[in-house]
């Protein structure tokens, strides 16, 4: 099964010659998809050689090949995760029943959203960073832009793989839909909110990647654990590409906290801004948008939603075989919520089903593993003898999904008004100026090795490569 046909026209390890049909209707699909990167894809790039892994297998062991290709050249393919001997439905209605290999009539139209959703924000992420290119802090990066842009590229292959192939002709429409609504478009917006949010800078993608595409591995850990087997598998080798997003998003926003760590141990007392590094206000208001835009990715903290998830088999915990409960009825769970509408939005702890919470209790891992991130950061400044700490916002700030959503919060979770909301804003989100400095300091740097000033080099190149290795050849 694990043996991948990458002489096909769609490199596959799903045995696509042997079902012609699907074969015809994926074939149908890639002009369109072709013609989306070339539109929507990375802007003025796509003719130069970039040095990006394909995956090429699903073996643990080398599964991806590297070397120069031009973007639209990419080997996007469809690949699935050998099946795991023996398992069964680990959650829910349905426990210890065997795996379902076709789609359950009875779930056909919850399992197609959340497939859609999935499938939605790949695209979209693609669409939010294509100018990012012109202003890359180096050729490593800007290599790691594009790695990312056509694994999530990859990724649309593997949900619209799933749409075709189970979903007839509502999934081949879905699938032609995901190429029609566009990131930001007041009139046809992606599904989710922070993939519609503009990442216009290199911080807001370091941030991205950190915080966002960390959402994607723990919705992926969850969709993994699915009754339905062929999600589960293709999530299970999606998660294989994701890890490098997020260490590009954890080394990235690493990388400008450590140096402009040494541009105050350089100039102590002096602001960043005159020599050209990015204050660690000015990160720490960065994370405070991308972290809560973020949570609200996980659903609202109380979610029918997430019940029928959970019940029908569909969507587990990320860690679902460490639990001991895998009906989760009966139980409960705590959430902190606001008081009843009117109130003041103190919070006053509720305990509901625990189906019902499942949204939250997989954003509770989310977190725990952002602060092992920010944890890392922070020995960074306490290494260079700064007092300052990044830390992440408390749940209920900045929320527009959720319990929390309507009404305002700082950073440390205590309610306040509107006025006041307003008079601190700035202090708390980035403000025009902070992003104006930041906007600033983006220029393209395109000697091989060499780094934009305000962020420190990474610790090792690619694949073995040197950190002056032509990532990306510019002419
Ligand atoms: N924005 O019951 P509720 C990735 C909607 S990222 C806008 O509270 P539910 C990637 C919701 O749809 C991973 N709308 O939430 C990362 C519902 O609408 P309806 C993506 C939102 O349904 C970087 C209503 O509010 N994967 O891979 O339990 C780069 C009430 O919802 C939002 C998935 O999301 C929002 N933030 O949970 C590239 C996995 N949140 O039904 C890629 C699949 C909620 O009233 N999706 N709503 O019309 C799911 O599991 C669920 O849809 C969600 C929402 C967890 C997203
Ligand atoms: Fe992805
Ligand atoms: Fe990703």
Redesign the pocket.
């Known amino acids: 099964m694990s043996n991948v046909d990458l002489a096909a026209r769609i490199p596959n390890n799903v045995d696509l010659d042997h079902d012609p049909r699907l074969q015809r209707a994926l074939e149908k699909w890639l002009p369109d998809y072709l013609s989306w990167w070339q539109a929507m894809g990375p802007q003025g790039w796509q003719a130069r050689d970039v040095y990006l892994r394909t995956a090429v297998s699903v073996d643990a062991d080398g599964w991806a090949r590297f070397g120069h290709v031009k973007m639209p050249d990419y080997r996007w393919g469809v690949l699935l995760a050998d099946p795991v001997p023996a398992r069964t439905i680990g959650f829910g209605d349905h426990l210890g029943r065997p795996l379902w290999q076709e789609v359950p009539g009875e779930y056909r139209n919850l399992l197609r959203?959340?497939i859609v959703?999935?499938a939605d924000?790949?695209p979209a992420?693609v669409e939010q960073q294509r100018r990012l290119g012109d202003t890359a802090p180096s050729l490593y990066d800007l290599r790691n832009l594009f790695q990312v842009n056509v694994e999530?590229g990859r990724?649309l292959w593997a949900m619209v793989y799933l749409l075709h192939r189970y979903f007839g002709r509502d999934g081949r429409e879905e699938a032609e839909a995901l190429l029609a609504r566009r990131s930001g478009d007041p009139d046809r917006p992606r599904?989710?909110?922070?993939f519609n949010a503009p990442v216009e800078d290199w911080l807001s993608y370091f941030m991205?990647t950190m915080f966002?595409?960390r959402?994607?591995k723990y919705?992926?850990l969850a969709?993994s654990q699915s009754g339905f087997d062929p999600l589960a598998r293709t999530c299970r080798f999606m998660l294989t590409e994701e890890a490098h997003?997020m260490f590009v998003g954890e080394t990235g926003v690493g990388r400008v906290v450590q140096r402009t760590a040494e541009l105050l141990q350089e100039a102590p007392g002096r602001d960043v801004r005159e020599r050209g590094g990015i204050p660690l206000d000015t990160i720490q208001k960065y994370v405070n948008s991308w972290y809560s835009i973020s949570l609200?990715?996980?659903?609202?903290e109380v979610?029918?939603?997430?019940s029928d998830?959970f019940a029908s088999g569909l969507?587990g915990r990320a860690k679902e075989p460490d639990y001991e409960d895998h009906v989760a009825l009966g139980a409960t769970y705590t959430v902190r919520r606001p008081t009843a509408s009117g109130g003041d939005g103190r919070l006053v702890a509720e305990e509901v089903p625990l189906r019902n919470a499942m949204?939250e209790v997989l954003r509770d891992e989310y977190v725990e593993d952002n602060q092992r991130g920010v944890d890392r950061w922070n020995r960074t400044l306490e290494r260079a003898g700064l007092a300052f700490r990044l830390r992440l916002p408390a749940r209920p700030f900045h929320r527009a999904?959720?319990i929390y959503a309507g009404r305002h919060y700082s950073p440390e979770g205590e309610p306040v008004d509107e006025a006041a909301w307003e008079a601190r804003r700035d202090e708390w989100l980035p403000s025009a100026s902070d992003r104006a400095h930041v906007a600033d300091l983006m220029r393209a740097v395109h000697e091989p090795g060499r780094m934009a000033g305000w962020i420190a080099p990474p610790s090792r190149g690619v694949d073995g490569k040197p950190l002056d290795f032509d990532y990306v050849r510019v002419t």
């Open positions: 959203r959340l959703t999935q924000t790949e992420s999530e990724h599904i989710l909110g922070a991205f966002t595409d959402d994607g919705q992926l969709l997003h609200d990715l996980f659903g609202g979610s029918t939603n997430a998830f969507k949204n999904i959720g």
